[in-house]
């Protein structure tokens, strides 16, 4: 009899710890909400800055690439021939600059003041030989005419005596300010010059904006770049995220920065950790390539489900499988991150 009721007992327990097992493992599937999407990336179309003939391409595609990395080179000759002539350009102006606020060489003065005494003698001795013939011509000793080429060339000689005066004041005074701040002008402009051929020169090199992987090699060497036409195409490594289709019936249930834990085919037994990035504030259509014919008149929300992908695993369009718990706390994104980076 206690056999019995002890079998009884027993089976009775384990009756009521399988229901109970079983209602918590349908309580647990009811909290988390499971969307279907593939996994996406940013990219961006690389063109030059300029036009001409591509010389060198430095990458493959999937070669990954690291911020302000050179990927490819244009001809760079008649670049380099601008440069060197605004170079000389600017040199040239610079000195001239120079040459003014320094001003008067001493030497220059003092052979100044040298024209000035020998003026100054030259018309003491015309107005000299002037006054002499004077009482000549009275006395007529001396024709009118030498009279009046003696005063002209008193006259003369006075102009050239003032002419080599004003001269040196000018030299003793040094360069007008005006003069100056031309030739300042003159040399910003110049260097302005050089700036942009500089900038022009490095316009045709090719870097990368950001860390990525090479996805595709449009352009090669000897084809003619234009800013309008991509030379290659670059894969950003981060951020990646899934891109989903949230049930318009689910939308209060998570929040900006709830956690997800990620899968893929590609990889069954590892899960990515992830948080809720972006949640479309405008409902659309179920696209055609997301759900079956019988959900394609639900409206859904676009979401975004940011992953850790350090191992670089999770590629462009691989298809996975998102697990976000209902009614959690949300994460504050920053703090994702740098979980992230942790792990």
């Given at each position: 009899?206690?056999?019995?009721f002890?079998?009884?007992?027993?089976?009775?327990?384990?009756?009521?710890?399988?229901?109970?097992?079983?209602?918590?493992?349908?309580?647990?599937?009811?909290?988390?909400?499971?969307?279907?999407?593939?996994?996406?990336?940013?990219?961006?179309?690389?063109a030059?800055?300029?036009?001409?003939h591509?010389e060198?391409?430095?990458v493959?595609?999937?070669?990954?690439?690291k911020?302000?990395?050179l990927?490819a080179?244009?001809?760079?000759?008649?670049?380099?021939?601008?440069?060197?002539?605004?170079?000389?350009?600017?040199?040239?102006?610079?000195?001239?600059?120079?040459?003014l606020?320094?001003?008067?060489?001493?030497?220059?003065?003092?052979?100044?003041?040298?024209?000035?005494?020998?003026?100054?003698a030259?018309?003491?001795?015309?107005?000299?030989?002037?006054k002499?013939l004077?009482?000549?011509?009275?006395?007529?000793?001396v024709?009118?005419?030498?009279v009046?080429?003696?005063?002209?060339?008193?006259?003369?000689?006075?102009?050239?005596?003032?002419a080599?005066?004003?001269?040196l004041?000018?030299?003793e005074?040094?360069?007008?300010?005006?003069?100056?701040?031309?030739?300042?002008?003159?040399?910003?402009?110049?260097?302005?010059?050089?700036?942009?051929?500089?900038?022009?020169?490095?316009?045709?090199?090719?870097y990368?904006?950001?860390?990525?992987?090479?996805?595709?090699?449009?352009?090669?060497?000897?084809?003619?770049?234009?800013?309008?036409?991509?030379?290659l195409?670059?894969?950003?490594?981060?951020?990646?995220?899934?891109?989903?289709?949230?049930?318009?019936?689910?939308?209060?249930?998570?929040?900006?920065?709830?956690?997800?834990?990620?899968?893929?085919?590609?990889?069954?037994g590892?899960?990515?950790?992830?948080?809720v990035?972006?949640?479309?504030p405008?409902?659309?259509?179920t696209?055609?390539?997301?759900?079956?014919?019988?959900?394609?008149?639900r409206?859904?929300?676009?979401?975004?489900i940011?992953?850790?992908?350090?191992?670089?695993?999770?590629?462009?369009?691989?298809p996975?499988?998102v697990?976000?718990?209902?009614d959690?706390?949300?994460?504050n994104?920053?703090?994702?991150?740098?979980n992230?980076?942790?792990?």
């Amino acid at each position: 009899m206690n056999k019995k009721f002890f079998l009884f007992a027993l089976i009775l327990v384990l009756g009521v710890g399988v229901i109970y097992y079983w209602q918590r493992q349908q309580n647990g599937d009811q909290n988390i909400l499971i969307l279907y999407g593939n996994v996406d990336i940013r990219e961006a179309q690389l063109a030059f800055n300029s036009s001409e003939h591509i010389e060198t391409v430095f990458v493959q595609e999937g070669d990954r690439v690291k911020k302000g990395q050179l990927l490819a080179r244009l001809h760079t000759e008649i670049l380099r021939a601008r440069l060197a002539e605004a170079q000389a350009q600017w040199e040239a102006q610079r000195q001239n600059l120079n040459k003014l606020q320094a001003g008067s060489r001493k030497e220059e003065i003092s052979k100044a003041r040298a024209e000035l005494n020998a003026a100054k003698a030259r018309a003491t001795s015309a107005r000299a030989t002037y006054k002499r013939l004077l009482p000549m011509l009275k006395k007529k000793l001396v024709s009118p005419e030498d009279v009046e080429n003696a005063r002209a060339a008193a006259d003369s000689a006075k102009a050239e005596m003032e002419a080599v005066k004003q001269a040196l004041n000018l030299l003793e005074l040094g360069p007008r300010k005006e003069d100056i701040a031309i030739a300042q002008a003159e040399l910003a402009r110049r260097k302005a010059a050089v700036i942009l051929a500089e900038q022009q020169l490095d316009d045709a090199n090719l870097y990368a904006p950001t860390e990525g992987v090479i996805r595709n090699r449009i352009l090669e060497p000897g084809d003619m770049a234009f800013p309008q036409t991509p030379a290659l195409t670059l894969a950003f490594i981060n951020p990646v995220w899934v891109r989903a289709y949230l049930p318009e019936p689910m939308l209060g249930k998570i929040t900006l920065g709830s956690k997800a834990m990620i899968y893929t085919d590609s990889f069954p037994g590892r899960a990515y950790p992830g948080w809720v990035g972006y949640i479309s504030p405008t409902a659309e259509f179920t696209p055609k390539n997301v759900q079956t014919p019988e959900l394609r008149t639900r409206l859904v929300y676009s979401v975004r489900i940011f992953a850790c992908n350090p191992q670089d695993e999770l590629r462009l369009g691989m298809p996975a499988t998102v697990h976000i718990a209902i009614d959690q706390a949300p994460v504050n994104q920053d703090i994702a991150d740098k979980n992230c980076e942790a792990k």
